[in-house]
């Protein structure tokens, strides 16, 4: 299920959304699943299961409310799960039979009995916080072409708050680690060579990453994640990501405006030196994906950041404006101050690439229209050129094809993003 139009030309990254994989492995073999996802073929509403679930984020809810509706009048019970519904319980409950709040490991047993016995409850409450990670069953996946880069989990959570963070406002500061060692068999079952690591902050804990790096280089994978600027201080941990496969990182750089960081909450970049992060992982062949905020009022460093992102050769970048998440602490607070549009994410179409704040329309417009105008700018054939070294650190031509080829998708996505 997903938020767009199955006949969009948007070019997809599309992904296995690894939260089905979970829950099929926590199915007891009588209980018959049938996993559809909306990207690729239609849902039929007319197919009439005794339970339809959805895992949904903000950007598709919309599109899960619908259907649950359209489901729901038939007769079929919804259950709703996933980080929206952490974010926005009550709305969720008004548009689904259930809910499923946290991890699916806890509660999956449960609903499944209470369905069988046709007493399915209103709220399912994950209140544990232990390391439970069901070893995902990806079968499912077979019957669809997605991207050959397979996603797996090592931890769950992140301790920052930053107040833009849809992850800090629904773990609140908590985190849970995987066993290393059921990380590596699950890579090793997959027998891919590339794999996402989907955490939202996979290098928290030293002792836990350097344990998974070290099954990883016997294994001669390419992998990618994502974590935070504080990895600049850990030149040895860098080389060790290097010699197990690290291929790139993505990595929220944010602002460069110490005002904004602080507002941000997001005290690890004022202390980091960009520049010192950039050259360590260029030094040691690992592209970035750098990601950047706009706030309505930072009209003025777009040109700055752009520059920024060309001069220092940085592979991959995105510029997205700051967009309120509900229950973040940039949501509440706008809500307080009366300067965030009430439940934005209820507007159809979703806003995408849109500030959803409330201000001067024209200038608001015109900030949209300047960053759609810039990125189309970096992601010139020129600039793209300029950015990843063929020659250079890249010297490896599958990496250099790699970041060409993704260089290619974002510079298609915001051709689309210009239609929205
Ligand atoms: S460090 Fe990243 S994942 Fe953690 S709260 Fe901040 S933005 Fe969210």
Redesign the pocket.
């Known amino acids: 299920m997903n938020g767009k139009q199955i006949s969009s030309k948007y070019i997809s990254w599309l992904m296995e959304p690894l939260v089905y994989a979970i829950l099929k492995a926590l199915t007891p073999p009588d209980v018959i699943t049938e996993f559809i996802d909306e990207r690729f073929e239609p849902i039929t509403i007319n197919d009439t299961p005794d339970l339809v679930v959805m895992s949904i984020r903000t950007f598709n809810a919309n599109r899960a409310y619908e259907l649950s509706k359209q489901f729901i009048e038939k007769g079929v019970k919804v259950l709703l799960g996933g980080y929206h519904v952490m974010l926005a319980k009550e709305e969720a409950l008004t548009n689904a039979s259930s809910i499923a709040i946290g991890n699916a490991e806890d509660v999956w047993e449960n609903i499944i009995n209470d369905l069988k016995k046709g007493e399915l409850k209103n709220t399912y409450l994950s209140d544990k916080s232990n390391n439970i990670f069901a070893m995902p069953n990806r079968e499912i996946y077979n019957k669809y072409k997605y991207l050959p880069l397979k996603p797996v989990e090592t931890s769950r959570g992140?301790?920052?708050?930053?107040s833009?963070?849809s992850?800090?406002a629904v773990y609140k500061k908590k985190i849970i680690y995987r066993d290393p060692v059921n990380v590596i068999n699950e890579i090793k079952a997959i027998k891919r060579k590339w794999i996402m690591f989907t955490d939202?902050?996979f290098l928290l804990n030293s002792k836990h990453t350097e344990k998974i790096l070290s099954g990883l280089r016997k294994m001669k994978i390419q992998w990618i994640a994502?974590t935070?600027v504080s990895i600049a201080n850990n030149e040895k941990m860098i080389k060790q990501m290097a010699l197990s496969g690290c291929f790139g990182l993505l990595i929220?750089f944010e602002s460069f405006k110490k005002s904004r960081l602080e507002e941000y909450r997001?005290t690890?970049n004022i202390k980091t030196n960009y520049k010192n992060l950039i050259n360590t992982l260029h030094k040691y062949g690992i592209g970035i994906y750098a990601s950047f905020i706009i706030s309505k009022d930072d009209e003025n460093s777009v040109d700055h950041i752009i520059k920024y992102i060309i001069d220092n050769r940085i592979e991959l970048a995105g510029l997205s404006p700051l967009t309120p998440y509900p229950n973040t602490g940039i949501y509440i607070n706008g809500i307080k101050s009366k300067t965030v549009i009430q439940k934005w994410w209820r507007i159809k179409p979703y806003p995408y690439w849109k500030f959803v704040f409330i201000d001067n329309k024209e200038k608001l417009k015109g900030l949209e229209n300047k960053l759609i105008e810039k990125k189309g700018q970096l992601y010139s054939i020129k600039n793209i050129l300029k950015r990843i070294r063929l020659n250079g650190f890249l010297n490896n031509p599958i990496k250099s094809a790699v970041f060409l080829m993704l260089n290619i998708f974002a510079a298609a996505e915001i051709q689309y993003k210009k239609h929205l």
Do not use: L, M
């Open positions: 992140c301790p920052y708050e930053c833009f963070c992850t800090a939202e902050n994502q935070d929220g997001k690890q």
